[in-house]
T-cell receptor, first 113, second 115 residues
Framework: GAVVSQHPSWVICKSGTSVKIECRSL??????MFWYRQFPKQSLMLMAT?????????EQGVEKDKFLINHASLTLSTLTVTSAHPEDSSFYIC?????????FGPGTRLTVT | AQSVAQPEDQVNVAEGNPLTVKCTYS??????LFWYVQYPNRGLQFLLK??????LVKGSYGFEAEFNKSQTSFHLKKPSALVSDSALYFC?????????????FGKGTSLLVTP
């Protein structure tokens, strides 16, 4: 149980374009969703927290207008990187949380050229 | 505020030898502690967690960790390392049982097991 999928697993895009990353919990429902990003050889840093049906709460230094989070259902959340820049290149990991457990998606590698 | 520290960037150990990856934590309340492993370009794999109860926690792939409240530590251990254990290991803490709080991760420790 506790299967989490992310799509795409990797994406290359040009500067200025937008990229949408989907995170799905396949066999459970989660009210709360965390989005993390991980730069090469660094730890996971929390970007934002969202609850189904509510606006996301962003961590300090994370631009809410650049990283759009939609948590429309208990099994699907999306992260859209708008007007992507090379410095947005990173590994993005979602973490849906149904209760006391902590699950993680397999991650999406974003490369902005 | 909560935080974890992993003092070693890299740990090297020979196959068959015991391994230890260190982690210390800081929380104002009761800690909920986790260990995850990450292989290159992959997501996190859960190894074990401490919530309450026995200080020695046994997890996946033969790993275990000991919760030491007086030293605020939660070191990861394995009696006999395998080459396939080579990966990046993260310690994480969450303050309290409420999963509405995200995990706070350490910087990670790269484990290299040599044949």
């Amino acid at each position: 149980g506790a299967v989490v999928s992310q799509h795409p697993s990797w994406v290359i895009c040009k500067s200025g374009t937008s990229v949408k990353i989907e995170c799905r919990s396949l066999d459970f429902q989660a009210t709360t969703m965390f989005w993390y990003r991980q730069f090469p050889k660094q730890s996971l840093m929390l970007m934002a927290t969202s609850n189904e049906g509510s606006k996301a709460t962003y961590e300090q230094g994370v631009e809410k207008d650049k990283f759009l989070i939609n948590h429309a259902s208990l099994t699907l959340s999306t992260l859209t990187v708008t007007s992507a820049h090379p410095e947005d290149s990173s590994f993005y990991i979602c973490s849906p949380n149904p209760g006391n457990e902590q699950y993680f998606g397999p991650g999406t590698r974003l490369t902005v050229t | 505020a909560q935080s974890v520290a992993q003092p070693e960037d890299q740990v090297n150990v020979a196959e068959g030898n015991p391994l230890t990856v260190k982690c210390t934590y800081s929380v104002s309340g009761n800690p909920y502690l986790f260990w995850y492993v990450q292989y290159p370009n992959r997501g996190l794999q859960f190894l074990l967690k401490y919530i309450t109860g026995d200080n020695l926690v046994k997890g996946s792939y033969g790993f275990e960790a000991e919760f030491n409240k007086s030293q605020t530590s939660f070191h990861l251990k394995k009696p006999s390392a395998l080459v396939s254990d080579s990966a990046l290991y993260f310690c994480a803490v969450r303050e309290g049982s409420n999963s509405g709080y995200a995990l706070n991760f350490g910087k990670g420790t790269s484990l290299l097991v040599t044949p």
